[in-house]
C-alpha cells in the first residue's frame, strides 16, 4: 500500500504546481508536467545470529518501536549488496565483526517501517550465521542504537515483543527448522 503522506507531494517537486496525483498505489503523477516519483520498496537485511541455539536481539534505542526487540540489521545503502550491509550493520550496532563466518540466506518478508511520518514499504532479506564464542566475547552495543543485548533460547523468543513483523515471521521460520 502506497502511504506517503499528501503534505509531502502537496505541490509537484519540478513545476511547483498543486497538480501532484498518486498513482497505482505506488506513484505521484504531476498532471501539469509529468514528473513522476515511484516510492519503491527499500531493502533491509537483518541477522540471525546463533551461538547454541540461542539468537541475539537487540533492545532498540531508537524510535521506530523504542523498547521493542530487533535482529541486528538495517537498511542497505545505494551501491551495497546484502552482505556487505548485513557486516556493516553488524559492525555499527554489536561492534561484530564479520569476515569468514558464511552467512546464510534464510528468507525474505515484506515489512512497512514508519520513520517520520513517511511509512516506507521494505523488503526485509534475513540471514543466519552461526557464532563461535570468540567472536561474541567482544560485542559491545552502539548505545545511540542498542539499550541492550539479550541471547535467547530459539524456541523461548517472545515474538510479540519483536519491534517488526518480517523479523516475527524469520523467527518463526527458523523455529520450524528452515
Same mark, same amino acid.
Given at each position: 500500500m502506497f502511504t506517503v503522506p499528501n503534505k509531502l507531494f502537496e505541490y509537484?517537486?519540478?513545476?511547483?504546481?498543486?497538480?501532484?496525483? %498518486?498513482?497505482?498505489?505506488?506513484?505521484?503523477?504531476?498532471?501539469?508536467?509529468?514528473?513522476?516519483?515511484?516510492?519503491?520498496?527499500?531493502?533491509?537485511?537483518g541477522a540471525l545470529l546463533i551461538i547454541d541455539n540461542k539468537l541475539l536481539l537487540l533492545e532498540r534505542a531508537q524510535e521506530p518501536r523504542a523498547g521493542k526487540l530487533a535482529l541486528p540489521g538495517g537498511f542497505v545503502d545505494p551501491g551495497e549488496s546484502l552482505e556487505e550491509a548485513l557486516r556493516r #550493520?553488524?559492525?555499527?550496532?554489536?561492534?561484530?565483526?564479520? #569476515? #569468514?563466518?558464511?552467512?546464510?540466506?534464510?528468507?525474505?518478508?515484506?515489512?512497512?517501517?514508519?520513520?517520520?511520518?513517511?511509512?516506507?514499504?521494505?523488503?526485509?532479506? %534475513?540471514?543466519?550465521i552461526f557464532l563461535s564464542r570468540e567472536k561474541i566475547a567482544s560485542l559491545k552495543a552502539d548505545p545511540a542504537e542498542v539499550r541492550s543485548l539479550r541471547w535467547i533460547e530459539v524456541d523461548k523468543i517472545p515474538v510479540e515483543e519483536l519491534a517488526f513483523e518480517s523479523s516475527r515471521k524469520a523467527i518463526e521460520y527458523l523455529k520450524k527448522g528452515c
Amino acid at each position: 500500500m502506497f502511504t506517503v503522506p499528501n503534505k509531502l507531494f502537496e505541490y509537484c517537486p519540478h513545476c511547483g504546481k498543486s497538480t501532484p496525483e %498518486f498513482k497505482g498505489g505506488h506513484y505521484v503523477l504531476c498532471s501539469s508536467c509529468g514528473f513522476q516519483y515511484f516510492h519503491n520498496v527499500a531493502t533491509a537485511v537483518g541477522a540471525l545470529l546463533i551461538i547454541d541455539n540461542k539468537l541475539l536481539l537487540l533492545e532498540r534505542a531508537q524510535e521506530p518501536r523504542a523498547g521493542k526487540l530487533a535482529l541486528p540489521g538495517g537498511f542497505v545503502d545505494p551501491g551495497e549488496s546484502l552482505e556487505e550491509a548485513l557486516r556493516r #550493520e553488524c559492525q555499527e550496532e554489536v561492534g561484530l565483526i564479520l #569476515e #569468514e563466518e558464511p552467512l546464510q540466506f534464510v528468507a525474505s518478508f515484506p515489512n512497512q517501517y514508519l520513520y517520520k511520518e513517511v511509512w516506507y514499504n521494505t523488503c526485509d532479506v %534475513f540471514f543466519r550465521i552461526f557464532l563461535s564464542r570468540e567472536k561474541i566475547a567482544s560485542l559491545k552495543a552502539d548505545p545511540a542504537e542498542v539499550r541492550s543485548l539479550r541471547w535467547i533460547e530459539v524456541d523461548k523468543i517472545p515474538v510479540e515483543e519483536l519491534a517488526f513483523e518480517s523479523s516475527r515471521k524469520a523467527i518463526e521460520y527458523l523455529k520450524k527448522g528452515c
